[in-house]
């Protein structure tokens, strides 16, 4: 576990709401408690609750959101974000978040990613580069574009951009808004645009005119796409050929067939989140290895790394423990007593030979071509790899 922490690794797929910590949630929540808009004493337990249906997660979220959309904590939860995954050695984070309306608060979604981009500018604790160069037709004033945002004591270096969401509960014209705010917000480390939020809710046809318009203005997109088995919607979904998809849980193999004929490259895989939402029974079930087999561009996320409990780091091990076999030796449909105990041989092997830290750190590397940003900074995290790999292969 300690190898996989200390291994240079690149976060494409995580919700900043979903990656607060569980501390910041329940002091959020006391403080809303002792102010009356809660009570404390029944979100406790929901909050701190492990294993929880998809259904479930998203009601949750519902929670967050009253906790989390004010100016001030959507500055704070960023900051804490980006620390948590620097802490982990993530050295190029693309953290996606969903700009959020709320006239109470007197907030619009500029205004939202305002108080995030405040919340990069704040963070101390590592070096952030965070934006590129030029200027903003927003007025977003005070959220200067800056490269390199940090102390002037280097310690460790995280590259940061921004994905707008756009939530499947929205209209068509709350979408186009998203996807107009990401253009406009280019210059301030805004690379693409992503479609999540409950995947029974909402028709694909409402989403279809924004998500053409960003291909057409040239922004990347990233597809949660199969979360749940509506083919009909997944071919939808493969027919504006996406950069990338997430999760891609119900896909058949007529669909993956299409996926590698439209050379649609990269697939965004949360193992943990998988799991815990019951999408498969058994890790062992997961389709990961299948496509890691093919050589398939696969890169491993954390998705909701606060309500699922996990890390990059976590998500790196729990790959190498549990596919290490079966990506050399075994099909998916191997009974899973052999495949447990062949692990475990495998392990305790593979802990002599090495070859399995080969295998993460090329994992991990790969997702460089996946990331949104410019040549620039892929440049840079292939030097970063290069240098770790002396010290870590
Ligand atoms: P936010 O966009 O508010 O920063 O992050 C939380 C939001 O991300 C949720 O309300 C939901 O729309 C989206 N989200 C987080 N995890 C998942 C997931 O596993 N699947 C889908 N479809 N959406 C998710």
């Not at 240079?8 to 949630?25: F, M, Q, W, Y």
């Not at 929540?29 to 701190?48: Q, S, Y």
């Not at 796409?225 to 919607?233: D, R, T």
């Amino acid at each position: 576990m300690e190898w996989c922490r200390e291994l240079p690794k690149i976060e494409l797929h995580a919700h900043l709401n979903g990656s607060v910590r569980d501390s910041t949630l329940l002091e959020l929540a006391k403080d809303l408690g002792e102010k009356g808009v809660i009570a404390f004493a029944d979100v406790v337990h929901v909050i701190m609750k492990n294993g929880r249906s998809l259904p479930e997660c998203f009601k949750l979220f519902d929670l967050y959101h009253l906790l989390t959309t004010d100016h001030q904590t959507v500055t704070r939860i960023t900051k804490e974000v980006i620390e948590d995954f620097a802490a982990e050695n993530v050295v190029y984070l693309e953290l996606r978040t969903t700009p959020k309306k709320n006239e109470a608060k007197g907030m619009t979604k500029c205004s939202y990613m305002k108080a995030v981009i405040d919340g990069i500018r704040a963070v101390d604790t590592v070096d952030v580069d965070f934006v590129t160069s030029g200027t903003s037709n927003v007025n977003c004033s005070e959220a200067t574009p800056l490269n390199c945002i940090g102390s002037p004591i280097k310690r460790k270096k995280i590259y940061v951009r921004l994905l707008l969401s756009i939530d499947r509960r929205e209209t068509t014209a709350a979408a186009l808004e998203t996807v107009n705010l990401a253009m406009d917000l280019k210059n301030f480390g805004v690379v693409g645009i992503d479609l999540s939020g409950n995947p029974v809710i909402g028709e694909w046809q409402t989403f279809l005119p924004a998500l053409k318009h960003a291909k057409e203005l040239g922004l990347p997109i990233t597809l949660h796409c199969g979360e749940v088995p509506n083919h009909k919607e997944i071919q939808a979904m493969l027919d504006i050929c996406p950069q990338r998809i997430g999760h891609a849980c119900f896909l058949v193999e007529e669909e993956w067939k299409r996926v590698k004929f439209l050379k649609i490259p990269v697939v965004e895989i949360c193992l943990t989140s998988n799991i815990r939402t019951g999408r498969f029974s058994s890790i062992y079930d997961h389709f990961f290895a299948d496509l890691y087999k093919a050589k398939h561009q696969v890169a491993l996320c954390t998705d909701d790394s606060g309500l699922f409990s996990t890390t990059l780091s976590n998500e790196f091990y729990l790959a190498a423990s549990t596919f290490g076999v079966s990506i050399h030796h075994l099909s998916l449909q191997s009974k899973h007593i052999i495949w447990q105990v062949l692990h475990k041989i495998y392990w305790v092997v593979s802990s002599y030979t090495g070859l399995n830290k080969d295998e993460m750190f090329l994992l991990a590397r790969s997702a460089i071509q996946s990331t949104f940003a410019d040549d620039e900074v892929k440049h840079e995290l292939t030097k970063i790899y290069d240098d770790a790999a002396n010290r870590l292969i």
